[in-house]
């Protein structure tokens, strides 16, 4: 039995996944559909890119991963179907796919030309859904698109390194829903650069000198629990999908806070990392 998943900008209010969801069965009454999320940002490729990064190899092989995301179709910007890691993933090519691929090599990519068979102003109704029952059934990827070798890539996807190699500059490219921030910059990326060294991390005028190996080293628990005041304390983290990530023990925007509402962090702000001297 198949398994579609469902990665868009659609929100919850209006009839867009619903209606994508009911073509979908009506094509394939015995398919699985797994929403992964409809809240991304409007428009937001670089947060969807992180979303069905740290999603998609939860799922069998075989799974096949629809990304509705600045999905109209233009001379700019070109739907495809990818297949990679024998997962395969219909989007248009706008980035979205770059940083998966940036660390696993597509096995197959086919820019979609079935769009004068398919009259649409909803492609991803109309174009993905069509795609995605083909590829369900069995369906090869030549038959919806021809073969390309590149897709689009997502500027300033990687955090630079000074020629010294003693300083990192990265940048913010998600806040998940508790408010902590996460970097461009992976630990295995870090590491390679740090060689040991000792490191100071700026974000605004926050800085830490620490990078915990989970949220709750930040606490000290020798001391008796009312005089700890846990909440609301910063730290800085290798997050589950290895990403360097600004954070605050138990945030709440509605109360304590969160790092990028206490810190002032949006996407697209700098982070750097200082290191010493070898």
Do not use: W
């Amino acid at each position: 039995m198949a398994i579609i998943t469902l990665t868009t900008d659609f929100g919850e209010k209006d009839h867009f996944a619903g209606a994508i969801k009911g073509a979908i069965y009506s094509e394939l009454p015995d398919v699985r559909i797994v929403d992964i999320s409809h809240s991304v940002a409007p428009f937001n490729v670089p947060e969807a890119a992180y979303i069905i990064q740290n999603a998609y190899s939860s799922f069998p092989k075989g799974t096949i991963h629809v990304i509705g995301i600045d999905s109209e179709l233009n001379p700019e910007n070109k739907h495809i179907a990818v297949k990679l890691d024998d997962h395969y993933f219909i989007c248009a090519n706008n980035g979205i796919m770059s940083m998966i691929c940036s660390e696993i090599a597509p096995q197959k990519i086919v820019e979609i030309n079935i769009h004068d068979r398919v009259g649409t102003s909803f492609p991803v109704l109309d174009v993905f859904v069509n795609v995605a029952c083909h590829i369900a059934r069995g369906g090869t990827l030549e038959v919806i698109g021809k073969l390309i070798d590149h897709i689009k890539p997502i500027k300033n996807l990687n955090p630079f390194v000074n020629d010294e190699k003693n300083q990192i500059i990265g940048s913010v490219i998600y806040i998940d829903n508790y408010g902590n921030v996460i970097t461009n910059i992976k630990r295995k990326f870090f590491e390679s650069v740090q060689k040991t060294r000792d490191y100071e991390i700026s974000a605004r005028s926050y800085k830490f000198k620490t990078i915990y190996d989970k949220y709750s080293d930040v606490i000290n628990f020798d001391i008796p629990e009312d005089k700890r005041y846990d909440e609301g304390k910063g730290l800085v983290v290798f997050n589950s999908s290895g990403y360097l990530e600004i954070a605050v023990y138990k945030s709440d925007n509605a109360s304590v806070g969160s790092a990028s509402s206490l810190m002032g962090l949006k996407v697209r702000d700098t982070v750097t990392v200082n290191f010493s001297k070898l």
